[in-house]
Protein backbone atom coordinates (compact mmCIF):
# COMPACT_ATOMS: atom_id res chain seq x y z
CA UNK A 1 0.00 0.00 0.00
CA UNK A 2 1.33 3.38 -0.68
CA UNK A 3 0.14 6.85 0.85
CA UNK A 4 -1.15 7.58 -2.99
CA UNK A 5 -3.99 5.37 -2.37
CA UNK A 6 -7.15 7.00 -3.13
CA UNK A 7 -9.43 7.72 -0.15
CA UNK A 8 -12.29 7.26 -2.80
CA UNK A 9 -12.41 4.65 -5.67
CA UNK A 10 -14.97 3.10 -8.30
CA UNK A 11 -13.34 0.40 -9.37
CA UNK A 12 -14.19 -3.05 -11.55
CA UNK A 13 -11.88 -4.98 -9.11
CA UNK A 14 -12.87 -6.75 -5.46
CA UNK A 15 -12.94 -4.12 -2.92
CA UNK A 16 -10.92 -4.62 0.14
CA UNK A 17 -11.81 -3.80 3.47
CA UNK A 18 -8.27 -3.68 5.08
CA UNK A 19 -7.49 -1.39 2.41
CA UNK A 20 -10.02 1.23 3.39
CA UNK A 21 -9.73 0.74 7.14
CA UNK A 22 -5.23 1.30 6.22
CA UNK A 23 -6.31 4.26 4.22
CA UNK A 24 -8.26 6.06 7.43
CA UNK A 25 -6.25 4.53 10.01
CA UNK A 26 -3.49 7.09 12.07
CA UNK A 27 -1.90 7.35 15.66
CA UNK A 28 -4.39 10.01 16.73
CA UNK A 29 -8.05 7.76 16.01
CA UNK A 30 -8.76 5.68 18.68
CA UNK A 31 -11.59 3.93 16.90
CA UNK A 32 -12.09 2.33 13.31
CA UNK A 33 -15.56 1.73 11.90
CA UNK A 34 -16.36 -0.10 8.72
CA UNK A 35 -18.84 -1.05 6.23
CA UNK A 36 -19.26 -3.79 3.84
CA UNK A 37 -22.28 -3.72 1.73
CA UNK A 38 -22.58 -6.86 -0.31
CA UNK A 39 -24.95 -8.79 -2.58
CA UNK A 40 -27.61 -10.66 -1.05
CA UNK A 41 -29.64 -13.25 -2.75
CA UNK A 42 -33.19 -11.64 -2.31
CA UNK A 43 -34.75 -8.47 -2.81
CA UNK A 44 -37.85 -7.02 -1.81
CA UNK A 45 -39.11 -10.47 -2.28
CA UNK A 46 -37.49 -11.75 -5.35
CA UNK A 47 -34.89 -14.05 -5.63
CA UNK A 48 -30.99 -12.13 -6.97
CA UNK A 49 -28.64 -14.33 -8.97
CA UNK A 50 -26.33 -11.42 -10.01
CA UNK A 51 -25.95 -7.60 -9.20
CA UNK A 52 -24.46 -5.10 -11.90
CA UNK A 53 -23.67 -1.67 -10.99
CA UNK A 54 -23.15 1.18 -13.38
CA UNK A 55 -21.83 4.92 -12.68
CA UNK A 56 -21.56 8.01 -14.21
CA UNK A 57 -17.91 8.02 -13.07
CA UNK A 58 -16.34 11.01 -13.12
CA UNK A 59 -19.74 12.34 -11.55
CA UNK A 60 -19.93 9.26 -9.02
CA UNK A 61 -15.93 10.06 -7.55
CA UNK A 62 -16.54 13.88 -7.38
CA UNK A 63 -19.49 13.24 -5.18
CA UNK A 64 -18.14 10.50 -3.05
CA UNK A 65 -15.05 13.14 -2.56
CA UNK A 66 -17.15 15.92 -1.47
CA UNK A 67 -19.55 13.84 0.74
CA UNK A 68 -15.89 12.38 2.25
CA UNK A 69 -14.99 16.19 2.63
CA UNK A 70 -18.59 17.24 4.18
CA UNK A 71 -17.89 15.17 7.09
CA UNK A 72 -14.56 15.93 7.26
CA UNK A 73 -15.21 19.30 8.41
CA UNK A 74 -18.86 18.45 10.21
CA UNK A 75 -16.52 16.32 12.09
CA UNK A 76 -12.88 17.38 13.04
CA UNK A 77 -10.59 14.34 13.64
CA UNK A 78 -12.21 11.93 11.06
CA UNK A 79 -10.93 10.38 8.48
CA UNK A 80 -13.12 8.57 5.80
CA UNK A 81 -13.02 6.66 2.86
CA UNK A 82 -15.40 4.76 0.41
CA UNK A 83 -15.00 2.57 -1.71
CA UNK A 84 -17.58 1.32 -4.64
CA UNK A 85 -17.42 -1.31 -7.08
CA UNK A 86 -18.95 -1.13 -10.49
CA UNK A 87 -20.09 -4.21 -13.36
CA UNK A 88 -21.23 -7.39 -12.65
CA UNK A 89 -21.24 -8.95 -8.44
CA UNK A 90 -22.57 -11.99 -7.32
CA UNK A 91 -23.59 -13.05 -4.38
CA UNK A 92 -21.70 -12.47 -0.92
CA UNK A 93 -19.11 -10.13 -3.00
CA UNK A 94 -19.19 -6.45 -1.52
CA UNK A 95 -20.59 -3.74 -3.75
CA UNK A 96 -19.34 -1.05 -1.56
CA UNK A 97 -16.63 -0.51 1.64
CA UNK A 98 -16.52 2.42 4.29
CA UNK A 99 -13.75 3.18 6.37
CA UNK A 100 -14.35 6.15 9.37
CA UNK A 101 -11.41 6.55 12.11
CA UNK A 102 -11.68 9.38 14.70
CA UNK A 103 -10.23 9.57 18.71
CA UNK A 104 -13.76 8.08 19.76
CA UNK A 105 -15.71 5.01 18.56
CA UNK A 106 -19.10 6.98 18.91
CA UNK A 107 -17.60 9.45 16.68
CA UNK A 108 -16.75 6.85 13.84
CA UNK A 109 -19.82 5.24 14.26
CA UNK A 110 -21.23 7.73 13.06
CA UNK A 111 -19.04 9.26 10.55
CA UNK A 112 -19.38 5.60 8.64
CA UNK A 113 -23.43 5.29 9.23
CA UNK A 114 -22.70 9.39 7.22
CA UNK A 115 -20.83 8.06 4.57
CA UNK A 116 -22.75 5.13 3.26
CA UNK A 117 -26.25 6.82 4.01
CA UNK A 118 -25.06 10.07 1.65
CA UNK A 119 -23.83 8.29 -0.85
CA UNK A 120 -26.96 5.92 -1.48
CA UNK A 121 -28.46 9.24 -1.24
CA UNK A 122 -26.50 11.10 -3.72
CA UNK A 123 -23.81 9.19 -5.71
CA UNK A 124 -24.95 8.68 -9.73
CA UNK A 125 -24.56 5.06 -8.84
CA UNK A 126 -27.33 2.37 -10.85
CA UNK A 127 -28.06 -1.21 -9.92
CA UNK A 128 -29.83 -3.77 -11.72
CA UNK A 129 -30.35 -6.97 -10.48
CA UNK A 130 -31.30 -10.13 -12.30
CA UNK A 131 -32.76 -13.56 -11.09
CA UNK A 132 -34.89 -16.10 -12.23
CA UNK A 133 -37.78 -13.22 -14.08
CA UNK A 134 -34.91 -11.41 -15.28
CA UNK A 135 -33.07 -8.32 -15.28
CA UNK A 136 -34.47 -5.16 -13.52
CA UNK A 137 -32.76 -2.20 -12.89
CA UNK A 138 -33.30 -0.87 -8.98
CA UNK A 139 -35.29 2.50 -8.06
CA UNK A 140 -35.18 3.43 -11.85
CA UNK A 141 -38.07 5.71 -12.97
CA UNK A 142 -38.58 7.15 -16.73
CA UNK A 143 -38.03 10.67 -16.09
CA UNK A 144 -39.28 11.46 -19.82
CA UNK A 145 -42.62 10.73 -19.19
CA UNK A 146 -45.75 9.79 -16.94
CA UNK A 147 -47.40 6.16 -17.39
CA UNK A 148 -49.99 6.48 -20.40
CA UNK A 149 -49.28 9.69 -21.34
CA UNK A 150 -46.42 10.07 -23.38
CA UNK A 151 -46.49 9.43 -27.21
CA UNK A 152 -49.61 6.78 -26.55
CA UNK A 153 -47.74 4.42 -25.18
CA UNK A 154 -47.85 2.68 -22.04
CA UNK A 155 -44.36 2.56 -19.50
CA UNK A 156 -44.68 0.03 -16.75
CA UNK A 157 -41.19 -0.62 -14.73
CA UNK A 158 -40.62 -3.06 -11.62
CA UNK A 159 -39.34 -0.89 -8.62
CA UNK A 160 -37.40 -2.12 -5.57
CA UNK A 161 -38.44 -0.23 -2.35
CA UNK A 162 -35.05 0.96 -1.23
CA UNK A 163 -33.66 3.63 -3.89
CA UNK A 164 -30.73 2.68 -5.67
CA UNK A 165 -29.69 0.15 -2.16
CA UNK A 166 -25.52 -0.65 -2.27
CA UNK A 167 -26.01 -3.68 -0.29
CA UNK A 168 -27.27 -3.88 3.38
Known amino acids: ?9 LSAEPLSLERAVALVSHAGAGAVATFV ?12 TLLE ?11 MRRILDEIASEMPGVRVAVHHRVGPLTVG ?3 VVCAASAPHRDEAFVACRLVID ?20 VGWEDA ?15 HAHDGHAHGS
Open 144 to 158: RCEPGHAHGHEHTHE
Open 93 to 95: DAA
Open 37 to 48: GTVRNTNAGHAV
Open 118 to 137: RVKARVPIWKREHGPDGPYW
Open 53 to 63: YEAYASLACAE
Open 1 to 9: MTDLAPIVE
